[in-house]
């Protein structure tokens, strides 16, 4: 008896063996997406939101230069330095993925981040520091290393009432000046108080003394900035180390501000210096 194979059958079963694997034909799903997003500036210089803004993604992966990944049509990220960074966006619709890249630039670095003379500064919290009790802890001379005059071991003593303030900088921003109750009222190179106005003796005083054009200078909470190379101190009458130590040159009235520059700054020590040209006011400070 003969056997006949339907001739459909073997064409199968030869497909079935084939070296080639038999791959099916998708369907049309649409076009790929066109990826668009904007970049918005958050709370501060540091902080941004990415906005995926492609029109029918399901989909959305984010890539930021030096700072990770992440997921969701929306993304924020903080970045702490200055500079210009690379956002990578990555979309999703039915069609398939498609990638876009921008630049995103940081201003500023972050005042407030813990790292670097701020975290010296704060200890990321809250530091106090006082006058170094050394002889030379103020200094004042044609430059850093040439000396005019500076404060004697016996000035540590003499004027007590000036080497127990306290500078205090905590991780918020804030600055705050304590005078413990009792100030240093200075003398010109004359020997005469500074400012010529004051109406009181060289010497110390009761908080209760300082005359109401001089008041800011008391006690008191103010704001402050610092980077690698210098410390600023932000609020009127806000100072370090002696009152009249200003920016630009010796002062006769509160200021808004006094930056000063960083000779040495460690956990240990903080060394601020203000270069007037004519002469150089050289501070050094110590924690309590």
Not at 136 to 151: F, V
Request: proline share 5%.
């Amino acid at each position: 008896m003969k056997t006949y194979l339907n001739i459909s059958l073997i064409a199968l079963l030869i497909g079935l063996v084939s070296c080639n694997p038999f791959v099916e034909e998708k369907s049309e799903l649409g076009p790929l997406p066109s990826p668009s997003f904007e970049i918005v500036q958050g709370a501060t210089p540091n902080d941004f939101i990415v906005k995926n803004t492609t029109a029918g993604a399901f989909l959305t992966n984010w890539e930021f230069e030096d700072n990770g990944t992440q997921t969701g049509e929306e993304a924020e990220v903080n970045y702490t330095f200055k500079g210009t960074y690379k956002v990578t966006m990555t979309t999703f619709n039915r069609g398939g993925s498609a990638s876009i890249t921008k630049d995103l630039v940081v201003t500023q670095d972050d005042p407030n981040a813990c790292f670097g003379n701020f975290e010296k500064l704060t200890n990321c919290d809250r530091k106090v520091w006082i006058l170094a009790p050394e002889e030379g802890a103020l200094h004042i001379g044609p430059s850093l290393t040439e000396t005019w005059w500076g404060n004697s071991l016996a000035d540590i003593t003499d004027r007590a009432c000036h080497f127990d303030d306290k500078y205090i900088f905590t991780s918020d921003g804030v600055f705050e000046y304590d005078n413990n109750g009792d100030f240093w009222a200075d003398s010109d190179d004359m020997g005469n108080v500074w400012p010529n106005d004051m109406g009181i003796t060289v010497g110390c005083h009761p908080s209760t003394d300082w005359p109401a054009a001089y008041k800011a200078w008391d006690s008191g909470v103010h704001a402050f900035s610092i980077d690698e190379t210098s410390l600023t101190v932000t609020g009127q009458g806000a100072w370090i180390g002696l009152y009249k130590v200003g920016t630009t040159g010796e002062v006769d009235t509160p200021q808004s501000s006094v930056t000063f520059s960083i000779l040495e700054m460690t956990n240990n020590r903080l060394v601020l210096y203000a270069d007037y040209g004519w002469g150089v006011w050289r501070i050094t400070l110590v924690p309590q």
